[in-house]
């Protein structure tokens, strides 16, 4: 399989008479672009922004970042899920760069939306406030569950991804800046050279907490939840395999946007073929029910076994219970005699003294930490806000309240807030970017 | 050395006044003394009373040793 | 200018020695002993001095603890100092207790010093800020020079730096820390995982606390059918202490026929005495049986409760020992108990 993803830049993105990419400057038709946001009935008002890095603005509830591609040969950028099923992960696939589209809601977050600052003290607690961002911010009737803490957040990511298809249309015929490509050989098929360095698979734990369909990652449009682990070429996840649900207390989310830029897949990669022999991907998930966290550590220890891996990364998109699973995998993989590297999250609680992970083991001896879930935060007022402010504290983001003995509402009547690190947008960046890490104070 | 010979599967019971001490280096069944310089005698009482506290204090030990416990216990004493 | 106050023990306050172990709790409104070096060093007034004997906050400590935040309650302070304590445990002990409280009940930062072999550096180093210090009082300048540099950084309001940079022991409270030169989580994981596979050294960002627990060993079915030794960590030896053990820092241990006697006859007696410097000897001196309880052991062997008492105690001394040493001589101890059939020991410490 051979995945050339063709990179174009975006430099600038304005609104204009026509949607087009030229010279890096995206210009968006904001009509047309918010007929393809409404095709969906149940969006009942939306609107698009552009934001820029160092803007004085702040979004909430965020609930999506997706980055806007386009097929060269044809088909959905997200098979299974915004059209048919294909093979994704081969062929050529044109991408805009240094952009994202985020979906923000009008008014009403929940549990799993979080919190981005495009400026500010407040810009370093995420990603997406490095790029360019075209926001959709919008309403919906889902009023089953306007005030339900957990929301599937349908309408809204379902229109992120049309948006970001239909902008994507615009690369149509283009010449990218530069093209990646993306290529192992079948793994019983590689050079004697290469199968001689020491193989590597990447263990990738996505949410599946849910048992009711809606709110978990999603395979080829599959639930998580109801897979067992499976083996999956890198190549699909950079392509549009996955996409990111609607559950995970923010911090420690992985967008779409994640998924499909996954850096710990991309950097082992760059060591394919000098320093490791990079076998693949074993796809796992984080069900709730103990037997099923077993279950799953098993199969992705006895796949990593009979793959001949020498050694995993394995990457948690989650923290509380899900820690069992990524201990689990952990332990479940050194006794089959891999090494193991894991990365994931703390919550070390907001005094910082509460036990890192809610299980450990001394077999997990090499973990990357990217941040801790319960980190409080305070930041000044914003000049703008999308979105709606008083969300971080209503509608019970996981980060933030609305009344708390010592430090009162999440969010002050200047506009200042108060918040956990937990309703930062995918603030921890586990998929790799995170250039934080937890010490001992 | 509480865990020295408890690695060798004596049981061993720990007399000692600062229990957290106790529980820290590792003890498992620990009896509290009354003192760190006369742990099982206050010499401001009788010979009566220290020998009734002794041979109490030392008995909840010897019963200690004969119970079963799946965590780190201290043993209440009634003298 | 911030105020602080300083609590020491009744040797570093200049009351006395072992023999005033049990000074009650005192507060002085001013500089007495170690604090005046404190006050020389910090950019703060030591305004008051707590004094307190190592045994008063041993054997009473919920009592010295009410007693010393009654003194405190309408005092105003910035800072607290305790210590430092070196090797000695009960002291230790006391800087840790004493602190923990000041820190829960007035919120201001309490700042030690303990020698990591001394006990009080475990007990405690979650609830204030301890420092590793020296073995001994030579290290007095250099301890509290560390105590009040970082004492200092906080009442000048300047930014903390991460435990392992400041120098004070691990406290288990972990927060974020952005990188300054912001190493991506990817290069991270890349350079651990090749790093491990190469079998070469790498550091873990989220190190495994070390579970320090021994299996509990079963527990007898019928005491009246088994052996039952005496060890103890409290010094009492015979009374010319023929296997030299120290008087602290031990580093040897002796063991002590009893077969034929009821009870340790004393020091007067010329029989037994303690050679353990960490507390006052006058009790155990006096009746060695506090300690080492052989008049009891050799009761409840009468009355066939126990089958027999084993004709040894073992005995060293339990102050300034370190771990390391302590699980040798344990492990010594325990290879004779076990050649000689002893099934279960009784360990008293002082």
């Keep these: ?441 | 050395m509480v865990k020295e010979i408890e690695r060798a599967g004596i049981p061993v019971v720990q007399m000692a006044n600062l229990i957290p001490v106790a529980k820290t280096v590792g003890a498992n069944r620990m009896v509290p003394t009354i003192s760190i310089p006369y742990p099982l005698g206050d010499p401001s009482t009788s010979e009566e009373e220290q020998w009734k506290l002794r041979y109490h204090r030392v008995g909840v030990a010897l019963d200690a040793l004969t119970t079963d416990i799946e965590e780190q216990t201290v043993f209440d004493v009634e003298i | 200018m911030s105020k602080a106050i300083v609590y020491l023990n009744q040797f570093f306050g200049q009351i006395g020695g072992e023999d005033v172990a049990d000074h009650e709790p005192e507060i002085r409104d001013k500089k007495v002993g170690a604090a005046m070096l404190y006050d020389q060093l910090l950019d703060a007034d030591v305004t008051h001095t707590i004094i307190c004997g190592d045994n008063f906050v041993g054997s009473k400590e919920e009592e010295a603890i009410d007693r010393i935040l009654g003194f405190l309650e309408d005092k105003e302070f910035d800072i607290f100092f305790a210590g430092p304590a070196f090797q000695a445990g009960r002291y230790g002990n006391a800087c840790g207790a004493i602190g923990k409280a000041v820190k829960e009940e007035f919120d201001v930062p309490v700042i030690s010093s303990m020698n990591e072999e001394n006990p009080g550096v475990d007990m405690y180093k979650k609830d204030i800020y301890i420092f590793p210090g020296g073995q001994s009082a030579a290290k007095m300048k250099d301890d509290v020079t560390k105590m009040v540099e970082f004492g200092n950084k906080i009442l000048n309001g300047e930014k903390l730096l991460p435990a392992e940079e400041e120098g004070y022991f691990i406290r288990g409270i972990r927060h974020q820390y952005f990188l300054p030169d912001e190493t991506p989580a990817y290069e991270r994981a890349i350079d651990m995982l090749l790093k491990k596979i190469n079998n070469e050294e790498y550091v873990s960002e989220l190190p495994i606390p070390e579970l320090d627990t021994v299996k509990i060993a079963d527990p007898i079915e019928d005491l009246s059918k088994i052996t039952v030794a005496l060890v103890t960590s409290g010094g009492i030896v015979p009374i010319d202490n023929p296997d030299r053990i120290q008087s602290a820092s031990a580093t040897r241990w002796g063991k002590y026929y009893i077969d034929d006697v009821d009870q340790l006859q004393n020091r007067r007696q010329e029989a037994f005495k303690t050679i353990h410097a960490g507390y006052d000897p006058a009790a155990a001196d006096t009746d060695p049986n506090r300690v080492v309880p052989v008049d009891a052991m050799r009761k409840y062997e009468e009355v066939g409760k126990i089958g027999k008492l084993y004709k040894y105690f073992y005995s060293t001394v339990g102050t300034g020992t370190t771990q390391g040493e302590a699980a040798r001589m344990g492990q010594e101890i325990t290879e004779e108990l076990l050649e000689d059939g002893v099934q279960a020991v009784i360990l008293t410490s002082t």
């Design chain 1, 1 to 441: 399989m051979k995945l050339e993803l063709g990179n174009f830049h975006v430099e600038d993105i304005e609104f204009g008479n026509e949607t087009t990419f030229n010279d890096g400057l995206l210009t968006i038709d904001k009509e047309e672009a918010l007929e393809v946001v409404y095709k969906d009935e149940h969006i009942t008002e939306a609107d698009l922004k552009i934001v820029k890095p160092g803007d004085m603005v702040r979004l909430v509830p965020v609930k999506e970042a997706i980055e806007p591609r386009y097929r060269e040969e044809g088909g959905p950028v997200f098979p299974g899920v915004t059209g048919d099923l294909m093979q994704a992960g081969d062929g050529r696939t044109l991408a805009m760069k240094d952009m994202s589209v985020l979906v923000v809601g009008k008014h009403w977050g929940g549990f799993q939306d979080g919190l981005i600052d495009m400026g500010g003290e407040g810009a370093k607690y995420t990603y997406f406030s490095q790029l360019k961002n075209v926001v959709l911010v919008a309403d919906t009737d889902e009023d089953f569950e306007k005030h339900e803490q957990q929301k599937k957040n349908r309408a809204l990511r379902w229109a992120g991804m049309r948006l970001s298809e239909y902008l994507g249309k615009a690369l149509k015929d283009k010449e990218p800046d530069e093209v990646e490509t993306y290529t192992l050989d079948p793994i019983t098929k590689r050079s004697e050279e290469v199968s001689e360095l020491p193989s590597v698979v990447m263990v990738m734990q996505p949410q599946s907490q849910m048992e009711e369909p809606g709110y978990n990652d999603l395979n080829y449009g599959w639930d998580t939840n109801n897979m067992l682990p499976t083996f999956m070429h890198p190549n699909e996840v950079l392509d549009g395999a996955m996409i990111s649900g609607s559950f995970m207390p923010c911090s420690s989310k992985w967008s779409t946007y994640d998924m499909q830029n996954f850096p710990l897949i991309r950097r082992l990669y760059e060591e394919h073929g000098e320093t490791i022999n990079f076998i693949g991907v074993i796809m796992s998930n984080l069900n709730v029910a103990m037997e099923q966290k077993e279950r799953s550590a098993q199969f992705v220890a006895q796949m990593a076994k009979s793959l001949g891996a020498d050694a995993a990364l394995v990457a948690e998109e989650g923290y509380g219970n899900p820690d069992a699973d990524y201990i689990g995998c952990l332990v479940a993989l050194e006794d089959a005699g891999v090494k193991t590297v894991g990365v994931s999250n703390e919550a070390t609680g907001r005094d910082g003294g509460s036990q890192p992970l809610v299980s450990l083991d001394p077999k997990a001896d090499a973990l990357v930490s990217t941040g801790n879930v319960s980190e409080l935060i305070k930041l000044p007022p914003m000049d703008t806000v999308i979105g709606e402010l008083e969300a971080l504290a209503r509608d019970g983001l996981s980060g933030g309240w609305d009344d708390d003995e010592v430090l009162g509402s999440s969010v002050k009547k200047d506009g200042s807030i108060v918040m956990e690190n937990n309703s930062m947008f995918c603030g921890d960046q586990i998929a790799g970017w995170s250039t934080k890490t937890m010490k001992e104070y």
